[in-house]
């Protein structure tokens, strides 16, 4: 019985997609484009066509397509482009696991701690509601289109997921080339607290739910010790041998440069929990912040 991925050529497709493979489980990635290989299936949301051969009798479906949140200016049309890649290709992927006759047992769908909003330094588990702004209203859609598959019986989970650390792409990869300058500092006050998790603890808590029969809706994929903006920066500088620049960088800046992505993705402050995975056994790889970025990096 195959796993279906989507989004499988991305940072945690990719990773999640061999670390299947290496307990010998088969795949199957939903591509864009003509399928090119035995373990390849077409799909192309925009069009509203899914290969349903591909997905009829499969074990399990993970959804992770999307457009990146960050690395870019949020002009109005970029915009539209973060919602439709995310509502309509959930909707459309929902749509067709609904028509099966032999649907999957789980779907695991991205989304994002944004869910939450600004929670300042308050301790968040799964049980807090929806927050404010752009990013939240997005992740509340998101997750909406994909709880429709829970319609059908289909057990549905909604990763929740935190700042991923890898040294091989992501927020953290986009950064290191700064910090390795040694010009890396704190933005705004730096106050702001910075819920993280590592690549392989993405990819081991993945595992876990799917495997978990009894985890359903949002699952916060975190590690269970957030920390400051500040105490980030300083800590990502000693993991490269890298002073910090004592200065922060204004909040005004980083909005001139980098828009609302800046307020609502920089700036914000996620301290969240994961109150699920620990519930359910889920043992961390990486607890510690030095510590996994030792080992990304």
Not at 201 to 212: F, I, N, Q
Not at 248 to 256: D, I, Y
Request: aromatic residues 6%.
């Amino acid at each position: 019985m195959a796993i279906i991925v989507t989004g499988a050529s991305g940072l945690l497709g990719t990773a999640l997609v061999e670390a299947l493979r290496a307990e010998g489980r088969e795949v199957v990635r939903l591509v864009r484009r003509p399928p090119q290989r035995d373990d390849e299936a077409f799909w192309d949301p925009a069009e509203h066509v899914v290969d349903l051969a591909a997905l009829e009798g499969a074990e399990a479906v993970v959804h992770l397509a999307g457009a990146p949140i960050g690395g870019r200016r949020w002009t109005p049309a970029y915009k539209r482009e973060l919602v439709t890649s995310r509502t309509q290709g959930t909707r459309v992927l929902v749509d067709a696991l609904r028509e099966l006759s032999e649907p999957p047992e789980v779907l695991l769908s991205a989304s994002g701690m944004d869910f939450y909003g600004d929670t300042g330094d308050r301790v968040i588990d799964e049980e807090q509601g929806k927050g404010r702004g752009f990013l939240s209203d997005l992740c509340e859609r998101w997750e909406a289109e994909a709880r429709r598959a829970g319609e059908s019986g289909i057990r549905t989970v909604l990763a929740r997921t935190s700042l991923v650390l890898s040294g091989h792409g992501g927020a953290l990869g986009r950064i290191l080339p700064i910090f390795r300058m040694g010009l890396g500092a704190p933005l705004g006050t730096g106050r702001q607290y910075w819920s993280w998790i590592s690549l392989d603890d993405w990819v081991g808590a993945a595992l876990h739910v799917l495997r978990t029969k009894d985890v359903e809706g949002p699952v916060n994929f975190t590690a269970p010790s957030p920390v400051t903006n500040a105490e980030f920066t300083r800590t990502l500088g000693k993991a490269l041998r890298r002073g910090t620049m004592p200065i922060p960088v204004p909040a005004f800046a980083l909005a001139a440069g980098l828009g609302e992505f800046a307020r609502e993705g920089l700036l914000v402050s996620h301290r969240l929990e994961p109150a699920k995975l620990t519930a359910g056994g889920y043992r961390f790889a990486h607890t510690r912040l030095d510590e996994a970025l030792r080992a990304v990096l």
